[in-house]
């Protein structure tokens, strides 16, 4: 069973890594980690070669508040934050 989520694990990761990032590809196996439940760290780490360490750091950008939002989204915001006043 585990060999079977590592193999599609595995997939999925060497079909992506050639279009993400170093950050992307981290919160990427985070998210799946976390989706895997107890034990996804092994699994996921064992399939991707990512080290634990590095899922777990993925996991706390996961789950932090983002710190600052780009620019456009903050414009966009403020728009519709407008829009809704004037309604």
Known sequence: MFS???SAISR???LLRT???ERQCRLWAAAETLALG???SAIVSRATGIS???LRNGIK???A???CLPKVWQIFTASIDKNRQNV
């Open 4 to 6: 079977d989520m590592e």
């Open 12 to 14: 999925k990761f060497n």
């Open 19 to 21: 279009a993400l990032n």
């Open 38 to 40: 107890h034990g996804g």
């Open 52 to 54: 634990q360490p590095t």
């Open 61 to 63: 950008e996961l789950n």
């Open 65 to 67: 508040p983002p710190l």
